[in-house]
């Protein structure tokens, strides 16, 4: 007896250094797993249409596509140049150009002597000059060009932008189903721990075999794993919910889930034929067509104008001893340049033909997506059904059983395995519940309305909180 007292006393105090143990070096829960946002699915989805990296890495190249249109006009637009020159030469022909630029230029300069062996000049040369195009018209198609890109740009980020939503959307709902299904964990472990009080009970009445008893225990400590894991799962959740919001750490799912309905299938097709990729690839073929007309404009001249004034001074940087004006205008015509314009008109039309067919596919994909998106609600929703159905047949199986066992007409085993078949049933209800909404946001993502179905404008901003 006295060995027994002793046993659980030292049982006792090993028990209590190793929770000591842990609560050293786990420590208090952190201040950031208290500090977790919440957020409803709209504000989740404001949120992170403003603070998620990859719409702000997206927006960030759109303005540096805006930028290019910039760039491209700016061949249009006159160039103004500043030139600062120094010369020192006894060069003939130049020495006998800077003197008369510096207007000096005197009788003895005429001498034969002084013509031919000049003495060292210095020339310092400043000069404005300014070129305007006045016929480019590889300029004109490369502007059309600009803007239809960055056009196409601004379609793809608003189509980035229902793609990080309907991520979104998913997180926030598998937060929720993380959350039921710990729910469900926990329910099943106090299920299992009241089968290991009636086997024991039972076993101490002397009306069940102590296998019984360790069965039910058994049971309870893999019921126990099942919660474990589901808190897991939960973690993660909330974790992804967070990267996709743009924070460091993890984001809560808060207030009640919506309800999501799908509409006609005739109004997601119609959408779907104008979404965001689709008519981004369609700005793009029209480029491919253009960027044929860029390269057959290399066979036209090039026409502008340009002048400019200038100082020459033999002492100064700057000065301004003597000073001159010209105006001119030029046309550039490449006659031949190695058939280079021959391959890269050829080259275009290639790439035209290439940017048809990706056209042709993204159609076909996009009706494809619908197409699934289709057949999948039609399956969450039947599985949704059979899930409720399989939940109330779980529950009256399993009190059946328990009520056979509780009066010894059944061995713990059958309702071990009912209660088995009871928590499959309630996880899959949960799941089944939310593959059923993701199925109809999935049905709003392919069709390009997810922002719409969701109550966002698509240019929408808002800061979260």
Known sequence: MRCRIADRAASRFTRTLFCAFLFVALGPPSPSAAQEQAFTLTEAVRYALEHNSEIRAAGSSLAAREDDVGVARSNLLPRVYFEERALRTNNPTYAFMAKLNQ?????RDFAIDALNNPNPVNDYQTQFAAEQPIFAPKAWVSLDMSKSEHEAGSIEFARKREEIAFKVCQAWLMVHTAKAQLAAAEKGVEDAQEHYRIAKLRYEADLGMYADTLRAGTAASEAKQRRVTAGKHLQLAR???GLLLGLSGSAEAAGEIPDFHARDIEEYAKASRTRGDVRSMELRYENAEKNVRMAETDYLPYVGVGGGYQWNDPANPFGGSGDSWQVSAFLRWNLFDGARREYER??????ARQAQE??????KAAAYGLYQAQLGIEEAKANLELAREALKTAEEGKRLVQIRYENAFSPIVDMLDA???LDRARAGLVARENEYRVAVLNLGWESGTIL???GIAPDEKKEGP
Do not use: E, N, T
């Not at 207007?103 to 009788?107: D, E, H, L, V």
């Not at 050829?346 to 790439?351: C, D, G, I, V």
């Not at 990706?358 to 159609?363: E, H, T």
């Open 358 to 363: 990706y056209l042709a596919g993204v159609r």
């Open 346 to 351: 050829s080259k275009a039309k290639h790439q």
């Open 103 to 107: 207007g000096r230029f005197s009788q």
């Open 452 to 454: 719409k179905d969701l």
């Open 239 to 241: 974790r992804m919910l």
């Open 419 to 421: 209660q088995v078949v």
